[in-house]
């Protein structure tokens, strides 16, 4: 396959789904910078006009499970990517399970069968949600997928959807095993990880935070910016360089404890305290692995992090302090 078509005018437009939430706010930003505001059509089922990403370019109202709808924004719009972020995450799937199948799987399928018809070119993120307690501490990139939420299914079921889409149909589909993605933009979207992002606002906000996991739980995690960085170097790669793994790469940010992140972030704020009452979503992180091993991403398209633990710490509070 040649390598993935540029952008050089209106009518390849990128389209962008779940574009108001936390990957979204600043996937848009990043891609309207890239190929300017016109080019980048945001869409979401929320209805929020003062949102930035929707004062700042095209915006659409539009449902991954409607399909006749979303085929219709692809024509009218005349969309050759879409960057696919519409879904449901972990600690909001188990509350709601049958929400998160209809979204995480049924927006896929609608994704994916408009990619089909229409010959487009598809993004769709998965996530260390897709291991499950079998899972090596350090895992690697081909394991078991056995994870033990509604959510983490959701995942494995739509990595194997895009690699049957790929080898089937020809259909260019690349997605990465997203970490707990840390970022001060735009407010979490309930999932595990969320702690690592909340105990920034209640250290500056309260100088306390009351943690859902235990001081002792690692996880992997990621500084929105690696994050937004490795999705675009990860669709400008060349389709020929990328194997199986295409549809779900693991990616390394770092990895630490919700102890050490609250040591970090003392260190920075004296007088800062936070104790550890875990609740349900303890369940969920024990269920992942510690780390992740991102040899095949590094091989395949150069995958490197740039912010470790205190990298990311300095950038949360100079970002929400500014």
């Not at 606002?201 to 002792?216: P, Q, T």
Request: with cysteine; aromatic share 8%; proline share 6%.
């Amino acid at each position: 396959m040649a390598d993935p078509p540029g952008l050089k005018k209106l009518g390849e437009r990128i389209l962008v789904t779940g574009a108001l939430g936390q990957i979204g706010t600043e996937l848009v930003e990043a891609l309207r910078a890239k190929y300017g505001p016109d080019a980048v059509v945001a869409s979401d089922l929320r209805e929020m006009p003062d949102h930035p990403v929707v004062r700042s370019g095209p915006f659409r109202h539009l449902s991954v499970i409607d399909a006749d709808g979303f085929d219709s924004v692809v024509v009218e719009e005349g969309i050759a990517v879409v960057y696919h972020l519409a879904a449901i995450l972990s600690a909001t799937g188990e509350r709601l399970p049958e929400l998160a199948e209809r979204i995480n799987v049924g927006g896929m399928v609608t994704v994916l069968e408009a990619a089909r018809k229409h010959g487009l070119r598809v993004y769709a993120p998965s996530s260390i949600a897709v291991f499950g307690p079998d899972a090596p501490d350090v895992a690697p990139q081909v394991t078991a997928l056995n994870p033990t939420t509604v959510y983490g299914r959701t995942k494995v079921t739509g990595e194997r959807l895009a690699l049957n889409y790929w080898k089937q149909y020809g259909v260019d589909v690349r997605g990465i095993r997203y970490p707990g993605l840390i970022s001060w933009k735009a407010p979490a979207g309930g999932g595990t990880t969320d702690y690592a992002v909340d105990i920034f606002h209640s250290a500056l906000a309260a100088g306390h935070f009351d943690c859902f996991v235990r001081a002792d739980t690692r996880l992997p995690m990621m500084y929105m910016d690696d994050a937004i960085r490795a999705t675009l170097e990860l669709m400008d790669a060349p389709a020929d360089s990328l194997g199986d793994a295409r549809v779900g790469y693991n990616i390394r940010g770092d990895s630490f404890t919700a102890g050490e992140l609250a040591d970090a972030i003392s260190a920075r704020m004296p007088g800062f305290t936070c104790d550890f009452v875990p609740d349900v979503r303890q369940e969920y992180a024990d269920s992942w692995p510690d780390d992740v091993d991102d040899s095949v991403a590094v091989a395949e398209w150069g995958w490197k992090a740039e912010f470790g633990l205190d990298a990311i710490c300095d950038a949360m509070l100079r970002g929400m302090k500014s």
